[in-house]
């Protein structure tokens, strides 16, 4: 089990920006990937980004060209850094690792973007 802790979450304006943080807490092996998956109100989990160490990330077609997924080796953390927010952005966004373990995710954080 890999446990994972996101935070950085919170309400801002629409035309914001947020970053939020997916801190690993525990070792990883050499090859995993990391997700990012957003949950609107009342509707169901939807895939948003992905990262993997030595290819290239990947985005829904709904973020393309506003979120941008990185990873901080130092930190052992992975952000997903959010721009140009809209009101369609919120709702709980929650981290996965997955890699020869299986599984993981983290709490959530929620996003709220309103005026």
């Known amino acids: 089990q890999v446990r994972l802790a996101e935070s950085g979450g919170g309400l801002v304006q629409p035309g914001g920006s947020l970053r939020l943080a997916c801190e690993v807490l525990?070792?990883?092996?050499?090859?995993?990937?990391i997700d990012w998956y957003h949950q609107p109100p009342g509707e169901q989990r939807e895939w948003v980004a992905y990262w993997t160490r030595g290819g290239s990330p990947q985005y829904a077609d709904s973020v393309k060209g506003r979120f941008t997924i990185s990873r901080d080796d130092a930190k052992n953390t992975v952000y997903l850094q959010m721009n140009s927010l809209k009101p369609e952005d919120t709702g709980v966004y929650y981290c996965?690792?997955?890699?020869?373990?299986?599984?993981?995710w983290g709490q959530g954080t929620q996003v709220t973007v309103s005026s």
């Open positions: 996965n690792a997955a890699g020869a373990w299986g599984n993981s």
């Open positions: 525990d070792t990883l092996p050499s090859v995993y990937t």
